[in-house]
């Protein structure tokens, strides 16, 4: 997924693996549609309860995230880029754009 590769790029920035999955997670987990868990396995290092999946955000849900959240939830400096990213592509037209 293009939208997910650049938002996992931005995180990335000066990071360590552990702290990017978190920081992905938090996002699947306040902006992402919640799945059904295959097998009821826990998710992770991520904190998540038993059975709690979720998919990478919309490009709509990422739209509507507000950079102050973001930085409470650890992203730092990062949190004006990942909002940033999200309207520009959905001003380019959308996700297309990133092919």
Excluded at 10 to 36: A, E, F, Q, T, V
Excluded at 69 to 93: D, N, Q, S, W
Aim: proline share 3%; net charge positive; charged share 25%.
């Amino acid at each position: 997924d293009p939208l997910e590769c650049t938002i996992s790029f931005i995180c990335s920035s000066n990071n360590n693996i552990k702290r990017i999955k978190l920081m992905l997670g938090y996002l699947r987990r306040y902006y992402g549609k919640r799945l059904d868990s295959p097998g009821g396995e826990v998710a992770g290092d991520l904190g998540f309860a038993e059975g709690e999946w979720y998919e990478f955000p919309s490009l709509e849900a990422l739209c509507r995230v507000e950079e102050k959240h973001l930085r409470e939830l650890g992203f730092g400096y990062r949190a004006k880029y990942v909002v940033g990213a999200a309207k520009l592509i959905a001003e380019k037209g959308g996700t297309q754009w990133l092919l």
